[in-house]
């Protein structure tokens, strides 16, 4: 009974794993969609609460997961030390469609014990007017500040939903809250837009550096680097951004109206960034889209440094970064966001939208991307830390990095430790990658997995599920026919072969 309880249970496994191969490979239509975003595998699941008093401890160098409706302010705890700076951010997802103004976004904001904002940003979606993931960043730095956001003690993360928000009230009736979204288009009222956080810590350095800002650099536009392009398919959300290093890069598919693709780069301490993108032209279609093309690019943090539109017409069209200054420390101390932002060494992502009123225009079809990637200067040491980053690396540069960049390995960077938890994982469970890296299932399950990777998909399958069918039923008749006769209820052998069929 045990064995053939075994094998009945790998035929179940089979068939089970055939219908979940048979329901990926789905119609070609969903194919063509535009690539949703991707979640880092080991975010946390939190909530957001709508108090301080009830908010959840997010740990430094985690990753986590929660959503925020139209009208929302969320607040998140953080216990912060007298040493180091604090960078949090916050990533909002809009659904694939979704009905966004250029007003609405998300704001981020540090605040202390005292609602004093150490600081805060917000991230809007712009004349796109396409919903797509935007970035708002906040940060608590030591020595900023005499009086406020200095000592250790908890602080407070709060994200805010920013523009104008229209919908169904109580009862049906039509109600709206209006924040700064002048000019913006009604949003469903019941829509939700996911949310990424991170929080990074960076420790003190040593002292006796400089504390002034660059006053000048190269700020020349160099010559656009030339060859042959290789290929490189953009990632769907930062943690699975495609590396790039100096070179000329072309996306293996190109990138769809209403998507969004990312790259990283590895830039070390006294490098400079130079990156240019490129949109194709199409035969499809005619007519013009204002503002349809976006390049962003964000620091190791997550914080906006510089952001660049062009319109398109179905001609070639390309977008180019301001010239940046070389990566420095001291570069925290500039006023203005492009400089500011090239404050530590490490992974810069490149993230390109191109907006979902192109279709109307030009179709579905994905129109050709390059990208143009150049790094100028010699990668040198850093400021002096004095202790590590959480998480580990985030601002330096290392050897497997830049291979990573040339062959393409890609890997999450805000990573924490085992299922993404941090100490203490408050009231957050594991994200939606749970229990999916598990190589240890039961022997029905390598079984029925083994089948499926030897039979292929469709028919092949098909054909593979029948053999073993048939091969079941014969050893379940020879077993039969050499089996003893033994007792029905209760027996210690039935009870051995029970214990090994639940494994």
Same mark, same amino acid.
């Given at each position: 009974m045990?064995?053939?309880?075994?094998?009945?249970? !790998? *035929?179940?496994?089979? $068939? +089970? &794993?055939?219908?979940v191969?048979?329901?990926?490979?789905?119609?070609?239509?969903? =194919? #063509? %969609?535009?690539?949703?975003?991707?979640?880092?595998?080991?975010?946390?699941?939190?909530?957001?609460?709508?108090?301080?008093t009830?908010?959840?401890?997010?740990?430094?160098?985690?990753?986590?997961?929660?959503?925020?409706?139209?009208?929302?302010?969320?607040?998140f705890?953080?216990?912060?030390?007298?040493?180091?700076?604090?960078?949090?951010?916050?990533? !909002? *997802?809009?659904?694939? $469609? +979704? &009905?966004?103004?250029?007003?609405?976004?998300?704001?981020?904001?540090?605040?202390? =014990? #005292? %609602?004093?904002?150490?600081?805060?940003?917000?991230?809007?979606?712009?004349?796109?007017?396409?919903?797509?993931?935007?970035?708002?960043?906040?940060?608590?730095?030591?020595?900023?500040?005499?009086?406020?956001?200095?000592?250790?003690?908890?602080?407070?993360?709060?994200?805010?939903?920013?523009?104008?928000?229209?919908?169904?009230?109580?009862?049906?009736?039509t109600?709206?809250?209006? $924040?700064?979204?002048?000019?913006s288009?009604?949003?469903?009222?019941?829509?939700?837009?996911?949310?990424?956080?991170?929080?990074?810590?960076?420790?003190?350095?040593?002292?006796?550096?400089?504390?002034?800002?660059?006053?000048?650099?190269?700020?020349?536009?160099?010559?656009?680097?030339?060859?042959?392009?290789?290929?490189?398919?953009?990632?769907?959300?930062?943690?699975?951004?495609?590396?790039?290093?100096?070179?000329?890069?072309?996306?293996?598919?190109?990138?769809?109206?209403?998507?969004?693709?990312?790259?990283?780069?590895?830039?070390?301490?006294?490098?400079q960034?130079?990156?240019?993108?490129?949109?194709?032209?199409?035969?499809?279609?005619?007519?013009?889209?204002?503002?349809a093309?976006?390049?962003?690019?964000?620091?190791?943090?997550r914080?906006?440094?510089?952001?660049?539109?062009?319109?398109?017409?179905?001609?070639?069209?390309?977008?180019?970064?301001?010239?940046?200054?070389?990566v420095?420390?001291?570069?925290?101390?500039?006023?203005?966001?492009?400089?500011?932002?090239?404050?530590?060494?490490?992974?810069?992502?490149?993230?390109?939208?191109?907006?979902?009123?192109?279709?109307?225009?030009?179709?579905?079809?994905?129109?050709?991307?390059?990208?143009?990637?150049?790094?100028?200067?010699?990668?040198?040491?850093?400021?002096?830390?004095?202790?590590?980053?959480?998480?580990?690396?985030?601002?330096?540069?290392?050897?497997?990095?830049?291979?990573?960049?040339?062959?393409?390995?890609?890997?999450?960077?805000?990573?924490?430790?085992?299922?993404?938890?941090?100490?203490?994982?408050?009231?957050?469970?594991?994200?939606?990658?749970?229990?999916?890296?598990?190589?240890?299932?039961?022997?029905?399950?390598?079984?029925?997995?083994?089948?499926?990777?030897?039979?292929?998909?469709?028919?092949?399958?098909?054909?593979?599920?029948?053999?073993?069918?048939?091969?079941?039923?014969?050893?379940?008749?020879?077993?039969?026919?050499?089996?003893?006769?033994?007792?029905?209820?209760?027996?210690?052998?039935?009870?051995?072969?029970?214990?090994?069929?639940?494994?």
């Amino acid at each position: 009974m045990g064995r053939r309880t075994v094998w009945w249970r !790998a *035929v179940a496994a089979v $068939g +089970a &794993a055939l219908c979940v191969t048979t329901a990926q490979s789905g119609p070609a239509a969903a =194919a #063509d %969609a535009p690539t949703p975003y991707s979640y880092a595998e080991d975010a946390s699941t939190v909530e957001g609460a709508s108090d301080s008093t009830g908010a959840v401890r997010l740990a430094a160098g985690k990753t986590y997961r929660s959503s925020i409706g139209p009208g929302d302010k969320l607040y998140f705890r953080l216990d912060l030390g007298a040493a180091a700076n604090a960078y949090v951010s916050a990533t !909002a *997802v809009p659904e694939a $469609g +979704a &009905a966004v103004g250029s007003a609405d976004g998300v704001r981020v904001s540090l605040q202390d =014990a #005292d %609602a004093h904002r150490c600081s805060y940003e917000t991230a809007r979606f712009g004349p796109t007017r396409s919903g797509h993931p935007v970035t708002a960043w906040a940060s608590r730095e030591v020595g900023t500040d005499e009086y406020m956001c200095q000592g250790a003690g908890v602080y407070y993360v709060v994200v805010e939903r920013v523009g104008s928000v229209t919908g169904a009230g109580p009862g049906g009736s039509t109600g709206s809250a209006s $924040g700064s979204g002048v000019g913006s288009p009604s949003t469903d009222a019941s829509e939700e837009w996911g949310l990424e956080l991170g929080f990074v810590s960076e420790p003190a350095v040593t002292k006796g550096g400089q504390t002034t800002a660059p006053q000048s650099w190269n700020s020349a536009s160099p010559d656009a680097v030339s060859g042959d392009p290789e290929p490189r398919r953009g990632g769907s959300g930062f943690a699975t951004a495609s590396p790039l290093a100096q070179g000329v890069w072309q996306d293996e598919v190109g990138i769809r109206a209403g998507e969004t693709l990312f790259y990283k780069v590895p830039v070390g301490w006294g490098q400079q960034l130079h990156a240019t993108a490129e949109l194709g032209s199409t035969t499809e279609g005619d007519g013009y889209v204002g503002n349809a093309f976006v390049m962003s690019l964000y620091n190791p943090v997550r914080g906006l440094v510089d952001d660049r539109t062009a319109n398109y017409g179905g001609d070639q069209r390309s977008v180019a970064l301001d010239p940046l200054p070389p990566v420095a420390y001291e570069n925290r101390f500039a006023p203005g966001e492009e400089v500011g932002g090239m404050r530590f060494a490490g992974w810069y992502y490149l993230a390109l939208h191109l907006g979902a009123p192109v279709a109307a225009r030009f179709g579905d079809e994905p129109i050709g991307l390059t990208l143009r990637v150049r790094l100028e200067g010699d990668a040198g040491a850093g400021p002096g830390y004095l202790g590590a980053s959480e998480p580990r690396g985030v601002f330096e540069v290392t050897e497997g990095d830049r291979e990573a960049a040339e062959d393409g390995t890609t890997g999450e960077t805000l990573e924490g430790g085992a299922g993404g938890r941090g100490d203490g994982g408050d009231t957050g469970s594991s994200g939606e990658g749970e229990g999916s890296g598990n190589s240890s299932g039961s022997g029905d399950q390598r079984l029925a997995m083994t089948v499926v990777a030897a039979g292929g998909i469709g028919t092949g399958s098909l054909l593979v599920l029948g053999l073993l069918v048939w091969t079941v039923v014969a050893r379940r008749r020879a077993f039969a026919a050499t089996e003893p006769e033994g007792p029905r209820h209760g027996t210690a052998a039935r009870g051995r072969h029970g214990a090994s069929s639940r494994g």
